[in-house]
């Protein structure tokens, strides 16, 4: 039934469940702003853009909003301060871009789901929970920034990010999952200065991922064995340096 002689037509399942056809979203979600629903879920839209701008005046009471399942391939615009907004899916469209500063001020968002998609990059976001599975060409160095900001990745060892040539550990592939990322990033951390740290072996024991690690300090100049070297090291090159004692790595 039309509500309020809008164009919008919602019909009332039940209490605080109400279903519309959804021809345009901001219009749709406008008109079920009197019902102080806080969950919103639109399936199959037909839209290619969607611009948070428009959706701003209408979730300021919104715990989660999901856009599944369309035609959609891009989200622009930005969401403002006072969104509440904590769940946000845009789960299996045909998404290629997100503005990046479209989740900015989404201050209280705990969880975002891109899964699905065709994109490149994520937007900008911080302590956020995020699937990306089903997204094959996200940059490696996305996902790295993503990870130095807290964001958490779920299914990773499922998702897959693509690497880029600054990405020497990876020679032998074009893509590598978060977890081997993660893995990687972690080693590269903790490599001793100057030094560099490669993966020997990647293996799965018990379903977890295990990484080796071959860390290469020659012709350094060293008077000494480095004192801390990665927990996964398993071979260590010294050639070509000045190091006359063994009681550093003893």
């Not at 019902?35 to 199959?44: D, P, S």
């Not at 018990?206 to 860390?215: D, G, I, R, Y």
Request: one cysteine or more.
């Amino acid at each position: 039934r039309a509500r309020n002689g809008s164009a919008c037509e919602c019909e009332e399942l039940d209490k605080g469940v109400v279903c519309c056809n959804v021809t345009d979203i901001a219009k749709s979600i406008g008109c079920l702003g009197s019902t102080n629903l806080k969950n919103i879920h639109i399936i199959n839209a037909m839209d290619n853009e969607v611009n948070l701008n428009s959706l701003n005046s209408h979730l300021k009471q919104l715990d989660s909003l999901a856009i599944t399942n369309g035609n959609i391939t891009r989200i622009t615009g930005a969401f403002s301060k006072f969104t509440s907004i904590k769940c946000l899916s845009f789960a299996s469209n045909k998404i290629v871009e997100v503005y990046d500063r479209a989740l900015l001020h989404a201050n209280q968002l705990k969880f975002l789901n891109l899964s699905e998609n065709n994109i490149t990059r994520l937007p900008s976001i911080q302590n956020v929970t995020v699937n990306v599975q089903g997204n094959s060409k996200i940059s490696c160095i996305n996902i790295s920034t993503a990870l130095d900001k807290e964001v958490k990745f779920l299914h990773k060892e499922n998702s897959y990010c693509e690497r880029e040539t600054v990405y020497w550990w990876f020679n032998d592939t074009a893509s590598v999952t978060i977890l081997a990322l993660e893995k990687m990033k972690k080693l590269n951390e903790e490599c001793p200065e100057g030094c560099k740290c490669v993966p020997s072996t990647m293996y799965y024991k018990l379903n977890t991922l295990e990484v080796t690690a071959k860390v290469d300090c020659s012709s350094l100049g060293l008077f000494k064995f480095p004192l801390k070297l990665p927990s996964e090291t398993v071979e260590l090159i010294v050639s070509n340096n000045s190091i006359s004692s063994l009681s550093t790595l003893v």
